[in-house]
């Protein structure tokens, strides 16, 4: 069982624990033991696409974790909490809310190459201890900037819900509590033209190391406000959609149907942007063996090397020579 299997990761679900499940569904349907590792953490309050590797795509992990991710996300302005999302303790209020026009304005200062201060509640290292284990002991956790780059951020149209008609500003609201996060986003009419929003979905296109949770809280700064992270589900994760993502049930169903291979996305799903470069059996044996490879006419860059329908290696071509960068063992 060598490939991926692509859970639509449930509300409340950590990813070890989707890792979990599917180490439960080879059990299940005997397929024996087979290495199983995740490509790329969602907390357990997102949802969406999160690929898990099998066998020797594990070796393809970190890939994964390098690669572009797509979300939506919901920010309710006028409440921040701790964690910037709906599982903390709410530590600043506002009374301001944001108009459409008002949110669209500022969207062009987060799009591009920015830089963004990390959540305390993640898993970044402080001096070898977790940022999120420090903040729980309530100690003060400074984290540094980092450069990110945001590919695209856009508000979804008919997700914002509003108040009464204003111009942005705000007269005395009631505090808004932290309600549960959503599984979808919040549909609804669309808001009416200086109408002031509660709340707003948007789709962003991120590179790896963005913090989805920190960018809500940096535009809820930009509109005069504050704000956090209700909803946020991931819908793209390096080459992999929702459409190939598939449930818990479904994954179960599979399991105890003992078809697996149904559901089970080969190897080089996750290499769709390489090319294949096609061997010889005397050049997959080289390969193999860690040898370099001469003469081979193909221009510079990575290769998935082939023999037959077999992955060999994901090699580096250099002037015309072909180095191993990862080898299969299938």
Same mark, same amino acid.
């Given at each position: 069982?060598?490939?991926?299997?692509?859970?639509?990761?449930?509300?409340?679900?950590?990813?070890?624990?989707?890792?979990?499940?599917?180490?439960?569904?080879?059990?299940?349907?005997?397929?024996?033991?087979?290495? #199983?590792?995740?490509?790329?953490?969602?907390?357990?309050?997102?949802?969406?696409?999160?690929?898990?590797?099998?066998?020797?795509?594990?070796?393809?992990? =970190?890939?994964?974790?390098?690669?572009?991710?797509?979300?939506?996300? *919901?920010?309710?302005?006028?409440?921040?909490?701790?964690?910037?999302?709906?599982?903390?303790?709410?530590?600043?209020?506002?009374? #301001?809310?944001?108009?459409?026009?008002?949110?669209?304005?500022?969207?062009?200062?987060? *799009?591009?190459?920015?830089?963004?201060?990390?959540?305390?509640?993640?898993?970044?290292?402080?001096?070898?201890?977790?940022?999120?284990?420090?903040?729980?002991?309530?100690?003060?956790?400074?984290?540094?900037?980092?450069?990110?780059?945001?590919?695209?951020?856009?508000?979804?149209?008919?997700?914002?819900?509003?108040?009464?008609?204003?111009?942005?500003?705000?007269?005395?609201?009631?505090?808004?509590?932290?309600?549960?996060?959503?599984?979808?986003?919040?549909?609804?009419?669309?808001?009416?033209?200086?109408?002031?929003?509660?709340?707003? *979905?948007?789709?962003?296109?991120?590179?790896?190391?963005?913090?989805? /949770?920190?960018?809500?809280?940096?535009?809820?700064?930009?509109?005069?406000?504050?704000?956090?992270?209700?909803?946020?589900? /991931?819908?793209?994760?390096?080459?992999?959609?929702?459409?190939?993502?598939?449930?818990?049930?479904?994954?179960?169903?599979?399991?105890?149907?003992? *078809?697996?291979?149904?559901?089970?996305?080969? $190897?080089?799903? =996750?290499?769709?942007?390489?090319?294949? $470069?096609?061997?010889?059996?005397?050049?997959?044996?080289?390969? /193999?063996?860690? /040898? #370099?490879?001469?003469?081979?006419?193909?221009?510079?860059?990575?290769?998935?090397?082939?023999?037959?329908?077999?992955?060999?290696?994901?090699?580096?071509?250099?002037?015309?020579?072909?180095?191993?960068?990862?080898?299969?063992?299938?």
């Amino acid at each position: 069982m060598h490939g991926w299997v692509i859970l639509d990761k449930p509300l409340g679900l950590g990813s070890t624990q989707g890792v979990s499940a599917v180490k439960r569904a080879l059990r299940q349907g005997g397929y024996g033991k087979a290495k #199983v590792g995740h490509g790329g953490t969602l907390d357990p309050l997102a949802t969406g696409v999160l690929p898990i590797a099998l066998g020797e795509a594990t070796k393809l992990a =970190g890939r994964m974790l390098d690669s572009d991710k797509v979300y939506d996300f *919901t920010i309710r302005f006028g409440v921040q909490t701790d964690t910037l999302d709906a599982e903390g303790s709410v530590n600043a209020e506002s009374d #301001v809310r944001p108009t459409l026009a008002a949110v669209e304005a500022v969207l062009p200062r987060f *799009t591009g190459p920015i830089a963004q201060v990390p959540p305390k509640y993640s898993a970044l290292k402080v001096d070898g201890a977790r940022a999120y284990d420090l903040a729980r002991a309530g100690e003060d956790v400074v984290l540094a900037s980092r450069d990110v780059v945001v590919h695209s951020l856009t508000i979804l149209p008919g997700t914002g819900r509003g108040t009464a008609e204003g111009g942005g500003g705000g007269g005395p609201r009631s505090p808004s509590p932290v309600e549960p996060p959503l599984h979808q986003p919040a549909a609804g009419p669309p808001p009416r033209a200086g109408e002031d929003l509660e709340e707003a *979905t948007f789709t962003a296109h991120v590179s790896k190391g963005t913090y989805i /949770r920190s960018l809500a809280r940096d535009i809820a700064g930009a509109l005069g406000t504050v704000g956090h992270v209700t909803m946020l589900r /991931r819908t793209k994760a390096g080459p992999f959609t929702l459409a190939q993502a598939i449930s818990l049930d479904k994954l179960d169903e599979v399991a105890k149907g003992r *078809t697996l291979e149904q559901i089970l996305l080969p $190897l080089r799903a =996750g290499l769709d942007d390489i090319p294949a $470069l096609p061997l010889s059996p005397d050049q997959a044996g080289a390969l /193999r063996q860690g /040898r #370099v490879l001469a003469g081979i006419a193909a221009d510079d860059g990575q290769y998935f090397a082939l023999l037959g329908d077999t992955p060999v290696a994901l090699v580096e071509v250099t002037h015309g020579e072909a180095r191993v960068v990862r080898g299969f063992n299938i």
